[in-house]
């Protein structure tokens, strides 16, 4: 596989840990600089549960220097002075700094504690806590924007109108921040125009230089149904969301080079979207998925759902400005504080 450097977590450790000012400017927390700190080496407790390797959270607590580590009930919680995380039990759910994550496993107890999927740590945590030792990730000044559906596909519809006739509204609006913050900005379309998922890919890797993907699109479902999801490429031996594992989820696509990237970027724009939205928004997870337009992008992507049209609340906030305004806006905050989470010190940027 490609990308087997997230592996040297597992093998070695590096000799500084920038982890609280890259989280904290990904999740959109206190963004004031912490002192590095060096980590200390030692043996990984890898042991195989269900066949798999999975690592100790007394490992991550150690390797990552979080000042405690305890436990209520099935909830494990690793905390220091800026970042809480929390993994839960006999699920694949975590959250860090209160913001949602699904695992591609769920986290396992033996011998009394707690333990994390080798891939989820890998793919999931360290990019999230580590995103500026990810390689060459920061150096980017174009953002390409998806506008889903279109023409004769309107995707979910409502009284209120159609997911294509909103999610162009919100990439338009994205558009002219992103503009006025020096970005150069390529939509996939910028009417109400049919494109495939390939054609849509196809434009993205059209674009030479270096850039980032953002897919938008609004969801539907049950009426009960509510909340922000974000959704990554399935690294391979993950499945899509929802489903179990099947012969094509083993293989490696062409956005599995950036799977690093793509997490930090579904992190930045993710905490930002809720935390623009408010508290009372549902906070549904960052997600895998093998959606066409994540696999074949050759730059880092993600699709980001932006509430179900098919709620009945969510329905009306959807069509109205103001939350098309606020929606786009988190989104295009999170462009940049992605870019300044990835880019690395210079006195690490040879590290990887």
Request: aromatic fraction near 8%.
């Amino acid at each position: 596989m490609k990308q087997i450097h997230r592996q040297i977590i597992l093998k070695s450790v590096g000799p500084w840990l920038r982890v609280l000012p890259t989280l904290v400017i990904l999740l959109g927390m206190v963004t004031g600089s912490a002192a590095a700190a060096t980590a200390t080496a030692s043996p990984w407790d890898v042991r195989k549960i269900n066949g798999d390797d999975y690592v100790s959270a007394d490992n991550i607590k150690q390797f990552y220097h979080f000042g405690s580590l305890s436990r209520s009930g099935s909830i494990v919680t690793l905390e220091n002075a800026k970042v809480m995380l929390k993994l839960n039990l006999g699920t694949a759910e975590c959250t860090m700094n209160n913001v949602k994550f699904v695992f591609s496993k769920a986290v396992e107890e033996a011998d009394a504690k707690a333990y994390v999927s080798r891939t989820d740590l890998a793919k999931l945590i360290d990019p999230v806590l580590r995103p500026n030792f990810i390689k060459n990730a920061g150096n980017f000044n174009t953002v390409v924007l998806d506008a889903g559906h279109g023409g004769k596909d309107p995707g979910a519809t409502n009284a209120y109108g159609n997911e294509a006739d909103y999610t162009l509204k919100v990439a338009c609006l994205v558009k002219a921040k992103l503009l006025t913050k020096g970005y150069k900005v390529v939509m996939t379309r910028d009417a109400d125009r049919f494109l495939s998922l390939q054609e849509r890919v196809n434009v993205a890797n059209a674009v030479t230089e270096n850039a980032i993907f953002i897919a938008i699109h609004f969801n539907s479902g049950a009426t009960a149904a509510r909340g922000i999801e974000t959704f990554t490429l399935s690294p391979p031996g993950v499945a899509h969301y929802g489903r179990g594992l099947i012969e094509a989820d083993k293989y490696e696509h062409a956005g599995n080079e950036h799977d690093s990237a793509n997490m930090a970027l579904a992190t930045s724009a993710h905490g930002s979207v809720l935390r623009t939205l408010g508290t009372n928004t549902f906070d549904r997870g960052i997600k895998r998925a093998r959606y066409t337009v994540l696999s074949g992008i050759t730059h880092p992507a993600i699709l980001l759902e932006g509430g179900f049209l098919s709620h009945p609340y969510e329905a009306r906030l959807i069509d109205n400005e103001k939350y098309q305004a606020a929606l786009a806006s988190g989104i295009a905050k999170a462009v940049d504080k992605y870019r300044v989470a990835v880019t690395p010190p210079p006195a690490i940027s040879a590290t990887r």
